[in-house]
């Protein structure tokens, strides 16, 4: 019987070494592959040493365990997700590969040893297929297993291709019956649709390379390339019918059931296991550096979460979640994956913020559904789909999956053409050069000529020999007339073009055209510009790159110095997320779960100062993209990177994969200042700095800037002057106010005299007689107040009238069991006989009015 406690993924990896693979680890979720959206398969890493592209490694077989998924492109599973028992959008595929060593007999022969040797399946369980046309693979499989058991079937499912283009070729499956006894529909035989005969191993033999136009070509030596899902045979090997039954998604599941507060039970499960499954995919791809985005994968990555967040909202819960759940998928996969232990609060910052964004509009977007729904019987409006997208930010695929279980369809053409009139606004309304998807004659160039070779890391000027001229349209000319715009490619150019976050090099064909920018269209090397004169293809001219290359260089090193900060002060996990580097100023974005405070920016910008102050060299290495991240170079999650890299350090600080141009050494930076620091988007920071020229000028406006200041407030200390300013404004206003507040008091008249006599509850009474005082020709006024103690206080205030203030309040104040006395035209008291204050103030009124009678 198979070893129900079995580690398959070390079982698997350490089996493969036995046989003289070297184990790779998991390549990154985002290929270095244009033509995929992610990693799909065990052998995407390997695309180009099975073509010929690269030569082949030393030893050339090799072993993996690579993350994969498939939610996108060619492989897409996301839609079955949740309600079969196989389908996930992110799994762990387990794969050994030939490049050109062994091939179908040896990888047949190592199949059936792991499987019967280590993983101990019963044989009288096994089957296998092979491609129809196979006689070879098998023949070679009757050696091992009863030809009753093998299987011939057709391209449809033993033809193994990684995408549209690629890598591909016949392959041959094993399966695993499951038993009869578990198992009734009709399906259920081999070949059907049933789960009873459960595929667990593909064997790729792979023989072609597919090209776009559909023409295959053999590849240099027939290899192999053979995938085993570790979540199917985990299912198996621990004897469940699902995978979600195993232990690698039973602690999801339990913990979903908790956050609901309802048991799982597989039937009506569906909604538990979408959530299991995604918030894996989820956790991973954050982990290394993709987020959540209007378009491309992190528009995947956004469809991935709110698909999981209907299904918690189905289940009951209408509050954010999934971040909650990812200390579970730490807790499965964190001792393998050790980089997720130190993304995790990010992770979980991240997703809250998406799902606090979702769950902003998810009930009026479940209302608008709803009602459509009443209004539909088979096709559910394009129209409110597409609503319900743009407004509401529901994927299509969440709404047809909200409509699955009703057997209703989006009418999806009706969607994709709203969705093809709103990109075309968007583009109608973009104005600019370098639109890197413009169709142009690129291809005809590439052919003519290859890329265009850079020699700007160590010049500034050459006599370079135009090869092409493109109109602002892309066209190839053999002229550019005087003034006019295009763009123009070099034989040799020291114009450094866009990547990496370094801004396009601008300058001057001397005497001829001046150079805007520079760009890269599919490796071609072209500069913007703009003529004064005609310009041929095939002249020689002198070109120049603008003296700001210098303090591009600068920005660009002093960039590398605050990501080696970052990670310093605020922790390894601290990923670059999108860096803009210019003349003046540069931005970089980076993974941080909360603002960066402002004792730990002081400390990041000390930490770069100091580096320059100390100083060091610059050193290029040009190695293996291997090779340099053994090394420790920083390189980025999804970034694509040649096989031979550039990588870059200054001294210890810092060493990074980096094309840009740079300093010689960090001592040329001067002066480095954080001028912003903010948030771009869930879990996503971004610091704002300048350095050399730009910080000079940066610190003399500031004084100039304090120079006006000072003169402005007469003072050479405005801070003082300032406090000074602020007490002068606090207590205006207070005066202000009171005197607000005298003018509501009541008062009437004794001949041309005003008398108030009143108990105010709020304001300074001295300021409010004052007031009064002021408002009137003659006046006398007198208010009591009584403080939260129980403390009388009273002032009179007289003007041009015959009452003496201090008779009038020493009077008053005795009935209130107090004393007091004062000048004729202002006195106060105090007393405290509060139950007397009505009388007093009768007593007082009429005291002012016999005086004046
Ligand atoms: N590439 C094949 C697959 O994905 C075998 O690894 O099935």
Redesign the pocket.
């Known amino acids: 019987m198979q070893n129900k406690n079995l580690d398959v993924r070390k079982a698997y990896l350490e089996f493969f070494a036995s046989k003289g693979h070297e184990v790779i680890a998991s390549a990154p979720l985002v290929p270095n592959d244009a033509t995929l959206l992610f990693t799909?398969?065990?052998?995407v890493p390997f695309k180009s040493i099975f073509t010929g592209e690269v030569p082949r490694p030393t030893p050339p077989i090799r072993t993996s365990c690579q993350t994969c998924i498939r939610a996108g492109g060619k492989?897409n599973d996301l839609d079955n997700v949740g309600y079969t028992a196989r389908h996930h959008t992110f799994f762990e595929?387990l794969?050994n590969f030939s490049f050109g060593e062994y091939f179908k007999t040896d990888a047949i022969a190592y199949a059936w040893e792991f499987v019967t040797e280590i993983l101990k399946l019963p044989k009288d369980r096994l089957y296998v297929t092979v491609h129809e046309n196979d006689d070879e693979a098998f023949k070679i499989w009757e050696k091992h297993i009863a030809k009753e058991r093998i299987y011939r079937f057709g391209d449809k499912d033993n033809f193994?291709a990684?995408g549209d283009t690629g890598p591909c070729g016949p392959?041959s499956e094993i399966f695993y019956d499951q038993g009869a006894e578990n198992f009734t529909s009709d399906e259920d035989y081999m070949g059907g649709d049933g789960d009873r005969f459960l595929e667990i191993w593909?064997?790729?033999f792979m023989q072609y390379e597919r090209s776009a136009d559909g023409t295959m070509s053999p590849l240099p030596k027939p290899s192999i390339?053979?995938?085993m899902g570790l979540e199917r045979v985990s299912a198996i090997m621990q004897g469940k019918f699902s995978n979600y039954d195993s232990d690698l998604f039973m602690p999801y599941i339990d913990a979903v059931a908790k956050l609901c507060g309802k048991a799982y039970e597989y039937e009506s499960g569906a909604s538990y296991r979408v959530i299991s499954d995604h918030i894996r995919s989820v956790t991973f791809l954050l982990a290394q550096g993709t987020t959540f985005d209007k378009e491309g994968r992190g528009y995947v990555l956004r469809r991935i979460l709110r698909r999981a967040v209907r299904h918690g909202y189905l289940l009951g819960i209408k509050e954010p979640f999934m971040h909650k759940l990812v200390d579970v998928v730490v807790a499965q996969m964190g001792s393998h994956y050790t980089y997720l232990n130190d993304k995790k609060e990010t992770i979980k910052e991240q997703i809250r913020l998406e799902e606090e964004r979702f769950f902003a509009t998810i009930s009026s977007g479940l209302e608008l559904f709803n009602a459509e729904l009443a209004n539909t019987k088979e096709i559910f409006s394009g129209e409110v789909a597409f609503k319900l997208y743009d407004t509401y930010g529901f994927p299509l695929d969440l709404t047809a999956d909200m409509l699955r279980d009703k057997n209703l369809r989006v009418d999806e053409a009706r969607f994709d053409e709203l969705m093809a009139e709103q990109k075309a606004r968007a583009k109608a309304a973009w104005k600019g050069s370098g639109d890197k998807s413009a169709k142009g004659d690129f291809k005809e160039l590439l052919e003519e000529y290859g890329e265009n070779e850079f020699i700007g890391y160590e010049s500034l000027e050459s006599k370079s020999k135009i090869l092409a001229l493109l109109d602002s349209e892309y066209k190839r000319t053999q002229s550019l007339k005087a003034n006019e715009r295009g763009w123009v490619m070099l034989d040799k150019t020291p114009f450094y073009a866009e990547s990496g976050g370094q801004c396009g090099d601008s300058g001057e064909i001397v005497g001829v055209a001046h150079v805007f920018d520079t760009q890269k269209f599919h490796g071609l090397n072209l500069s913007f510009i703009e003529t004064d004169k005609e310009l041929k293809v095939g002249d020689v001219v002198s070109v120049k790159v603008s003296n700001e290359r210098s303090e591009i260089a600068r920005h660009h090193s002093a960039t590398h110095l605050l990501h080696a900060a970052l990670r310093k002060i605020l922790g390894s996990h601290v990923t670059q997320a999108g860096s803009s580097v210019e003349a003046t100023k540069l931005r970089f974005d980076f993974s941080h779960p909360k603002a960066v405070s402002a004792e730990e920016l002081d400390k990041i910008e000390s930490f770069v100062n100091n580096a320059i102050a100390n100083g060091a060299a610059a050193k290029t290495e040009i190695m293996s993209i291997d090779d340099a991240k053994n090394s420790g170079a920083i390189a980025l999650f999804g970034e694509k990177y040649d096989e031979n890299v550039r990588v870059l350090s200054f001294g210890d600080v810092s060493k990074e994969l980096c094309g840009g141009t740079h300093v010689k050494n960090i001592n040329e930076i001067g002066s480095f200042f954080i001028v912003k620091e903010s948030g771009v988007s869930a879990g996503v920071r971004r610091i704002e700095a300048i350095c050399s020229a730009s910080a000079l000028n940066f610190a003399k406006n500031l004084r100039l800037e304090l120079d006006e200041i000072k003169t402005e407030l007469k003072s050479v200390e405005p801070l003082t002057a300032i406090a000074k300013l602020k007490d002068e404004i606090r207590s205006l206003k207070e005066r202000v106010k009171n005197a607000a507040s005298s003018q509501n008091l009541d008062f009437t008249s004794v001949g041309a005299t005003k008398i108030c006599v009143a108990n105010t509850k709020n304001g300074d009474i001295k300021t409010m007689i004052d007031g009064f005082k002021n408002q009137h020709e003659s006046a006398a006024i007198m208010l009591i107040q009584v403080d939260e103690g129980g403390k009388i206080s009273l002032a009179a205030g007289v003007k041009n009238a015959s009452i003496k203030a201090g008779e009038w309040v020493k009077m008053v104040a005795q009935i209130l069991g107090g004393n007091g006395g004062g000048k004729d035209d202002f006195a106060t008291a105090g007393g405290k006989n509060v139950a007397e204050i009505e009388n007093a103030l009768k007593a007082a009124l009429e005291f002012a009015k016999e005086k004046l009678a």
């Open positions: 799909n398969a065990g052998m492989h595929m794969g193994w990684m392959c593909n064997l790729v390339d053979t995938g």
